[in-house]
């Protein structure tokens, strides 16, 4: 008998080992809410994923610390495709994912929104600001302004603060996040009056080639560089200004925000760009010196703004599940309509590192306001 019994407590122990328990938590993830992320940790957009990351890891922890609701993060790479993201996706449906923060940039975004709305699964972009991403879904959301709202604002900032007396655009025409972005400024850049004396574009396979485009704005006289763009292109753009000795200043968006840490890029040649961004890593308030300590310690670099959506996207749902009474035990679909209801309604308001009182209307954008940063002395500092 004695020996029948030490024969099945050998195997219960080997059947342990392989379902994977542990002294102490026999089932890690066990009572935690699943929420899946996706977007570029490799390839040339790869500043901005790892951001997301780091920061939503970051958050997941703090959250976690407190009690209460507990959350378990599963990020998956696209590499900025959109193809790579929709598979990323259906990885994510397999693991269990219960919400989605995610992904990234705009293109997969738009394309993984088409399959979360049609599962039923709640979305929550931290930085996909494209209104394709939004449009026509009923429970999927942005934490970034939208593409329109940059152009707008990018336009009112130079009018406002006289920037710019003769300005060349550079735009992405093959990529919904740059066109709806300079679509919006050209057409309020004429109600402003301001002097767009050249429009230049390019396509995905010529991201890194900008010498026709710069030739042009600098016969043009352009003294402003308007580049509604991510930065794996403009690094090369300003690298390739430089060497031809054309002297101008530029204005950037969300998109630019990672400059600095380009690899291989002199962040010299960015000194004095605006960019308009709902986060400054330099500003003084409670919430933002904590999230740069945190970040400064565990990954030894300033977070920018994709970083501080991100971070602001897991507490705003963290929030929003406090408030709606969601539990690790509820479905996907149960998760998303409590949370659609929350964010669609216009009752739940958040405030976080990236905007303070922020609400979201049925088409599932963001009510904040953008601020102006200015690069000085290799910093991200408030424009004056």
């Known amino acids: 008998m004695k020996k029948f019994l030490a024969a099945v407590l050998a195997f219960a122990m080997v059947v342990c080992l392989f379902a994977g328990c542990s002294s102490g ?5 066990a009572g935690r809410i699943k929420i899946g992320s996706i977007g570029p940790i490799t390839g040339g957009a790869a500043i901005y994923g790892n951001a997301v990351k780091n920061a939503m890891e970051i958050a997941v922890e703090e959250v976690n610390a407190k009690g209460g609701i507990q959350f378990e993060l599963n990020f998956q790479d696209d590499a900025h495709d959109a193809e790579t993201s929709v598979n990323a ?14 992904p990234v940039t705009s293109t997969p975004a738009a394309a993984v929104a088409a399959e979360a709305e049609a599962d039923g699964v709640f979305m929550l972009t931290p930085s996909a600001s494209s209104i394709k991403v939004i449009e026509g879904n009923t429970h999927v ?14 336009a009112d900032y130079m009018a406002d603060n006289g920037i710019g007396k003769a300005i060349a655009v550079i735009y992405k025409s093959d990529d919904p996040y740059s066109v709806g972005i300079y679509e919006k400024f050209s057409g309020e850049a004429a109600v402003k009056g301001l002097n767009i004396v050249y429009t230049g574009s390019f396509e995905e396979a010529n991201k890194t080639e900008f010498s026709s485009q710069l030739t042009a704005a600098k016969q043009a006289n352009a003294d402003l560089l308007f580049l509604p763009i991510y930065c794996e292109s403009i690094a090369p753009l300003m690298t390739q200004a430089a060497s031809m000795g054309y002297d101008v200043d530029y204005f950037g968006v969300d998109g630019m925000d990672g400059i600095l840490e380009v690899e291989g890029f002199d962040p010299s040649l960015a000194e004095g760009a605006y960019l308009l961004t709902p986060f400054s890593a330099d500003a003084q308030d409670e919430k933002t010196v904590n999230f740069v300590k945190a970040y400064k310690e565990k990954y030894n670099e300033v977070p920018n703004q994709f970083a501080a959506d991100a971070y602001d996207c897991v507490y705003a749902v963290y ?27 216009g009752k739940f308001v958040f405030s976080g590192i990236t905007g303070n009182n922020m609400t979201w209307d049925s088409t599932g954008a963001v009510s904040k306001s953008p601020m102006a940063v200015v690069i000085k002395d290799g910093k991200y500092v408030l424009a004056g």
């Open 141 to 154: 959301f942005q934490m970034c302004f939208s593409d329109p709202n940059q152009g707008l604002a990018s």
């Open 89 to 102: 996706y259906g990885i994510l449906m397999d693991w269990g994912m219960q919400m989605l923060l995610g």
């Open 25 to 29: 938590n026999s089932n890690e993830g």
């Open 319 to 345: 929030e929003a599940c406090n408030n709606a009474g969601i539990t690790a035990d509820m479905s996907a679909q149960d998760v998303c309509a409590a949370l659609a209801d929350q964010f669609a309604s």
